[in-house]
């Protein structure tokens, strides 16, 4: 964990709650980007990364073993799971269905050079069974180690690993077979 995060949390441990929005500027778009790779639709990746927050300022205290990002991370793809939960208790098609949100870029220059590409991978994740797009994104989006993950998803490490290596086997299929069309 860094300096920062040391601070922000020994501050908030003593009352002060106002670190929770630092906390949120810092994380907000990395939160938002996973959340929406897990669900695929942009406002519901903003409400679960709000409600995380909401859940974090309710806490007392808060004692962190390893890094505050991969903390909220964690606590982001628990809240995205209990979500998808919901959804298919509620409707009989799965969030899977969704097409893929429009991609933002900074630029114009960059959605020339890297729209395309980036809509390609994008849809790719997508593409993905929950279990392995959850384990890819965590592992490269939040940087989370498997042990970590493997303990978030209350399943084995060999499961982690697994579901990893499967994830990106079926994404450098999908992306060779959209590259050499």
């Known amino acids: 964990m860094n300096i920062e995060d040391k601070l922000l949390i020994w501050r908030f441990n003593r009352g002060d709650c106002s670190v929770v929005r630092r906390i949120y500027e810092k ?8 959340a929406a790779a897990l669900l695929k639709e942009k406002s519901a990746a903003e409400d ?5 927050f ?4 309710k806490l007392k205290r808060f004692r962190l073993t390893g890094s505050l990002r991969g903390f909220l991370a964690t606590c982001v793809a628990n809240a995205a799971r209990n979500v998808i939960r919901a959804s298919s208790r509620h409707q009989q098609s799965t969030l899977d269905d969704t097409p893929p949100p429009a991609s933002k870029t900074s630029s114009p220059d960059c959605e020339a ?4 590409e980036s809509r390609l991978l994008s849809r790719a994740i997508w593409e993905l069974p929950y279990e392995q797009r959850e384990v890819v994104m965590l592992h490269t989006h939040a940087g989370l180690k498997f042990a970590q993950i493997a303990e978030s998803q209350n399943v084995s490490i060999n499961t982690v690993l697994g579901r990893y290596r499967y994830g990106l086997e079926k994404l450098r299929s999908k992306l060779d077979g959209e590259v050499q069309k």
């Open 48 to 52: 679960v990364v709000h409600d995380v």
């Open 113 to 116: 050079i890297f729209g395309e």
């Open 27 to 34: 994380y907000k778009n990395d939160l938002v980007a996973l």
């Open 54 to 57: 909401v859940s974090f300022l």
